[in-house]
Nanobody, 122 residues
Framework: QVQLVESGGGLVQAGGSLRLVCAAS????????MGWYRQAPGKQREWVAT???????NYADFVKGRFTIARDGAKKMMYLQMNSLKPDDTAVYYC????????????????WGQGTQVTVSS
């Protein structure tokens, strides 16, 4: 079993900052790409940022220069530092990871967390 648990969401005023954390646990053999996604009310889930196993990062245009993604491989954790938050950033933020488990060492499987709510007030 693998679990991804997000934390760090909350209510913040526009211009403020939050740091999201994603912690992976379970029978994990290896973690490849990790990423953050978000889903606002009435909208489809969208990609926010990705960090590879080799710490190469990519960002959606709407967060470039404001958000920073990072990971700690040894701790099986991923972070999203969100600065200069805008009301449009209000959404449930999800972490996703490509993982090989002890039960399936040949296959990368996508796992998702349950999400953490981020609300930015104007």
């Amino acid at each position: 079993q693998v679990q991804l648990v997000e934390s760090g969401g909350g209510l913040v005023q526009a211009g403020g900052s939050l740091r999201l954390v994603c912690a992976a646990s379970g029978s994990i053999v290896s973690i490849n790409n990790m990423g953050w996604y978000r889903q606002a009310p009435g909208k489809q889930r969208e990609w926010v940022a990705t960090v590879t196993k080799y710490d190469v990062t990519n960002y959606a245009d709407f967060v470039k220069g404001r958000f920073t993604i990072a990971r700690d491989g040894a701790k099986k954790m991923m972070y999203l530092q969100m600065n200069s938050l805008k009301p449009d950033d209000t959404a449930v933020y999800y972490c996703k990871a490509d993982i090989k488990t002890q039960a399936s060492v040949q296959t990368w499987t996508n796992y998702w967390g349950q999400g953490t709510q981020v609300t930015v007030s104007s």
